[in-house]
Structures are given as structure tokens and as C-alpha cells.
């Protein structure tokens, strides 16, 4: 089930919205085909493990692992249960099940009606880990919430006064970099308008190989020139305003009411786009309305050893880390919102 795990990782990015799913298939104690889930609308990880088997002769006394439920309805692909029945496989062992409405268990019912021996919960909370951003789409209606920011020594996420609009780097070119594979990883990145008026970001993956996610960013009164790098029709990008304007390439705007609660109508947005998982990356003001609005997930807090001695403060946040970690001279703080 571990090697399934590392399996799936190798998928995540291209299989969203889909779950990367790992799948192995074991004869007498040895793998003899393996696969994790293609690239969206593509096969699943089940169909490209049971494929990868050179003699099919030894599926029908070898056991399929799988780290989320097979599915047993026609998506995109047909359903991987009847692959699995027809392959004549006598084990099944599946680390969780699906909370999508579609399989939900059906999956396993169907396993179970063919005479199948299923085993479920094998590395139950790894594999639930696995796919927390297709769980949290499907049973919050909502994406996955990542915050991020980096801070100084002092508590303070940029100076008072700057004598260029681009970002003030407090963090060293690692937790950069980190950051760039961070994004690669998700499908959307959040900034205010602050941020963009004060930073003119590009929010791309230049200090890693990867794709760029969708941008997103918050202009309610429409103060934010045309010539900033977010309306450079590069990247998909959507502003989120309260002034409607005609869509463009590659930028779309989204109606906001901005006398209500905004974090939650930009997790209604991204769930109609079905966009499963956002990174906030700030400013300050953006970052304490998804705290407030208690949405968020998972945080991600660098602290540099740069001292700023005035400026933004950083974002409230009385939430102790479960994990540290040393990014040469900085520190990583990462959070879990239980």
C-alpha cells in the first residue's frame, strides 16, 4: 500500500480534478505490474497496473492494492470494477473508500458481489491524506484551503515604503523555490488587491518544472491597471470584483458581494469551476478573512531571519504547528486546521 502512496504522488498534478490513485499487483509476494492514475480524462490507476501484468495468466492468483476505492460508474473511462471482475483478480485490498456520490462504496459492493475478497483500511489515514483535496471537494463542496506567507524575525510580511513594485523577499531562494513547486502542485493561488498593486506578482512556477495554476486575485473597485503581469493573458487568471467586465483571454471575472461573507463566496466560485484546491497566498487582509471565516486547511508559515523593525504585520494566527522544519536559515511552519 506504501508503494501505491508513492505511486500516486507521481500523478497528482496531472490527474486533477480526478484523485492520483496508486495500484499494485502482487503475485506470490512480488509486484508484477503497477500504475497510478493518467492524466485527467485518461485511465485510472487499476487499468494501468492490470495492463502493465506481461503474463495475464497470473492475475487470477495474484491481489490488486489500490489506495482509494475502484470506481463503478462510467465517467470518463468505464468502470475500473469490471476490469477488476473480469481479470478474473481473487484479492483486493483498498486503503479508503470513495466519498464521491458516484462510487461511495458501490464499488466495493460490486467487488463483493463477484465473489471477490476485499479488505479495506489499509493505511487508512495515509491514503485519506493522499486524496484530501478530491475528499474535501466532494464532501465539503468547497476546495482544499492552503495558506501562505512568509514573515520576517519581527512579525511583519513587507516594509512600509518599497522603491519598486515587486515583492520584498524576507525568505532565501530555497523556501522559494519550495514555494514554486508548492503552486505547481495546486490548482489555484489567491492574492488580494494590495499584494498586486504593492507587488505586480507573475504567481508562476519559474523556479520549478511544473505547470502554472490558475491565478486568481481580488480587484473590487477595479483599481488595477491593465499593464500588471496578472492581465498579461499568459496564465488563465480570474478577478474577482464587484464591477463586471467583458471576459478576455485568458482572464475572466466573477461577481463578488463584498457586504457578505467573501472568503466563502470564492470557495462557491471555485466549486462551480471545479477547482479542488486554492493557495492563499496573501496579502494580510486576504489571509485573516479565510482565518476568521475559520477555511482553511492547511498552513504554511516562513519565517526569515530578516528583521523589517516596522511595516504589514503579519496575519493573527494562534495555532501551534505540528511540524517544524529548517529551510537553511529559515523556518517552515506547517499547520493542520483539526
Known sequence: MQRCLDLAAKGLVDAMPNPSVGAVVVHKDTIIGEGFTSAYGGSHAEVNAIHSVLDK?????????VSLEPCNHFGKTPPCSDLIVNSKIPKVVIGCVDPFSEVAG???????????????GVLENECASSHKRFFTFHTKKRPFIILKWAESQDGFVSPNTKLEQKPVWLTNVYSRQLVHKLRSEEMAILVGTQTVLADN?????????????IRLYID????????????DGTIPTICLTSNFKENKLNLDFELVDFTKNVPEQICEILYK????SVIVEGGTFTLQQFINANLWDEAMVFKSQVLLNDGTKAPMFNKNPFEIKSISNDQLFLFKNK
Open 201 to 213: 506578482p507573475t504567481l508562476n512556477t519559474r523556479d520549478w518544472f511544473g505547470k502554472n495554476s
Open 273 to 276: 469551476r471545479n477547482i479542488q
Open 57 to 65: 495468466s497470473l492475475l487470477s492468483k495474484s491481489t490488486l492494492y
Open 220 to 231: 473590487r473597485e477595479n483599481k488595477i491597471s491593465d499593464d500588471v503581469h496578472l492581465k
Open 106 to 120: 458501490k464499488g466495493i459492493e460490486k467487488l463483493k458481489a463477484n465473489g471477490i475478497d476485499v479488505t479495506v
